[in-house]
Structures are given as structure tokens and as C-alpha cells.
């Protein structure tokens, strides 16, 4: 049964391996230790790590910068080593490195790399695509005039211009301003929704718990994890209520101090508990019980960054 273009995933990853040799005595740098991955087609998918887990790795190897040690990639159905030019036009990457020429123009820049992918100057979007990137009034300037954030934008913007079915992000927003992070993530939102496939690395986790559908979390050089953002989130044990109260008291209450409540300023009462071992119905009576005057109530859920902590301290 031949297998449908729309159900290939975007990338595969089989049983990836990549060691760095080190000459002399020094044990050689063990980078990715066998990465299984799958990203479905149309997905925003996060790859989360900490520094020096493996992420930069996996993508300069999807992006054919460097060379496996042993596994399988594909990009849209085309081995990265057998399909290398079906698999190299199916995917842009912009890099971490601001690698641009200095005496390059941004529309010079476009113009160039659309070029390189052979795009007719029919299809090209240049004008376009550094609109949407807020750099159309600096199309015509040198590039070594663009600031960090702008230089950043830019890369975003090379890396679109043959429209490529995978988008790979690498750290996008660093240094870049909030105003215009939001305005580039509302054109990659459109990108995304449009069918090209997104996949994120960034250390802002709001961003990835905002963004993505999915999320892997990579840890030395292997993945800890990765499913649907909530079912990854809905994982996590632990809950945090916070009481505040109509009058300042000296104590916890007594029925209240069994579940390690802390009090501060006098007014506020923070319980952390974990769902599997304490039922909220417990809390609320405690806190009847000891004949409260409760005026608010909040409860926090655990967010992405509680996810990654716990996934990668300690291994």
C-alpha cells in the first residue's frame, strides 16, 4: 500500500546517534544517544532541553550541517542522505548564529537564497515576507546596520523563501523585543495554520506552552518525554492554593497545618499538594473546620516550565 504524501510525518527520527571524537586521552562526547522522533504534519512541535542536551545537534543533522553517526532521518518522506536535495528543499532552518553578510542588503539577502533554491523571480515573495517580518523599510540598508533583533528577523525570513513544507526555529526570539516577538509568532501562527509543519527549540517556556501542540524534552542526548502539551502538563502532580483572608491571623489553623500550609503577610495561606494523594474536598473542609473568614481563592495549575524542571533535574 503505497503511504499518502498527507500521511508521512514531517520528520522521522530513527535510532539517531551522533559522538564526537576527541583526540588524545579525552573519552569521546557522546551527543545523542539513539533519538526516536516523530512530527506530524501541520504541527507546531516545541524541542525543548537544557544547554548541552543534544537539541543543537539534532537539528544541524536534520539540517545536513553535520554528520550522523548512525540513524535514519526524514524530512517529508525523503532520507536526508539518499533524498538529499528533495530533503534539503523540504525544510528551512534558521540558525542560533546571526551568519549573514555584512555588506549584504535584506533584499539582497532574499534575492540570493531564493536563488540558491532555484525559486522563478515569479514565485518570489521577498517584498512580502520582510513586510511581515517589520523589515520592510530596511529591505535597501546594509545588513550590518540591522540590530541583533532585526539581524534575527532577517534569518526568519531567509529561511522562508522557497516555502518550505518544515519550518525549523532556533531560539527565534532571542533578543528580539516583545512587540516584535508578537509580531513574528503571528506570522509563523499563519504559516502554521496555512499547513507548513513548525518545529520550535526555545528557552522562553511560555512561548512553547503558548505555541506548540506538542512538545519532546530532550536530556542528555535523549528524549525524557514528549506527547500533547497538555497531556504532558496533566501529568504533573501538584496543585497550589492560595486563601486570602478578611483579617490578619498569627498561625496556620491546626486543621490546616496538616497539609504543610505556609502563611505570609499575616493574610495569606499557600497549600501545595499533590492531587493523587490529597482531594481538594480535604482542603475546603479543613479549612471550614477552622471557621476561616475566606474573602478570595485561587488555585495555580502546573505550567511547562514545572514539566522541564522536573523532567531534567536529577538525570
Not at 32 to 39: A, E, H, P, R, S
Not at 143 to 152: D, H, K, V, Y
Not at 186 to 199: A, F, S, V
Request: glycine share 8%; with cysteine.
Amino acid at each position: 500500500m503505497i503511504e499518502s504524501p498527507s500521511t508521512i510525518p514531517a520528520l522521522q527520527v530513527r535510532d539517531l546517534k551522533k559522538t564526537y571524537k576527541i583526540k588524545g586521552s579525552t573519552p569521546d562526547k557522546v551527543a545523542l544517544k539513539g533519538i526516536n522522533l516523530d512530527v506530524a504534519r501541520g504541527s507546531f512541535f516545541g524541542l525543548l532541553g537544557p544547554n548541552g542536551a543534544g537539541k543543537s545537534t539534532l537539528i544541524n543533522i536534520i539540517a545536513g550541517l553535520v554528520n550522523k553517526t548512525s540513524g535514519e532521518v526524514r524530512i517529508c518522506g525523503y532520507d536526508t542522505e539518499k533524498d538529499m536535495r528533495a530533503a534539503r528543499s523540504a525544510v528551512g532552518v534558521v540558525p542560533q548564529e546571526l551568519n549573514l553578510d555584512a555588506f549584504f542588503t535584506p533584499r539582497e539577502v532574499m534575492e540570493f537564497q531564493a536563488g540558491l533554491y532555484g525559486v522563478p523571480k515569479s514565485k518570489r515573495r521577498t517584498d512580502e515576507i520582510l513586510e511581515a517580518m517589520g523589515l520592510g523599510d530596511k529591505a535597501d540598508v546594509y545588513a550590518r546596520t540591522l540590530s541583533g533583533g532585526m539581524r534575527r528577523r532577517l534569518l526568519v525570513a531567509k529561511a522562508m523563501v522557497h516555502s518550505p513544507d518544515v519550518l525549523i526555529l532556533d531560539e527565534p526570539t532571542a533578543g528580539v523585543d516583545i512587540e516584535l516577538r508578537q509580531q513574528l509568532w503571528t506570522y509563523i501562527r499563519k504559516l502554521n495554520e496555512g499547513g507548513t509543519t513548525i518545529i520550535l527549540t526555545t528557552h522562553y517556556l511560555e512561548e512553547a506552552e503558548e505555541l506548540c501542540d506538542t512538545i519532546a524534552i530532550i536530556n542528555h542526548g535523549a528524549v525524557v518525554a514528549c506527547e500533547p502539551t497538555d497531556s504532558l502538563l496533566g501529568k504533573l502532580d501538584m496543585k497550589n492554593v492560595c486563601l486570602l483572608l478578611g483579617h490578619e491571623i498569627a498561625e496556620v489553623p491546626e486543621n490546616l497545618k496538616k497539609f504543610n500550609a505556609t502563611l505570609s503577610h499575616g493574610r495569606k495561606i499557600n497549600i501545595s499538594f499533590r492531587p493523587s494523594e490529597t482531594e481538594m474536598a480535604k482542603i475546603l473542609k479543613a479549612v471550614t473546620d477552622d471557621q476561616l473568614d475566606v474573602i478570595d481563592l485561587t488555585t495555580e495549575e502546573p505550567d511547562l516550565e514545572d514539566a522541564f524542571l522536573q523532567m531534567t533535574s536529577g538525570k
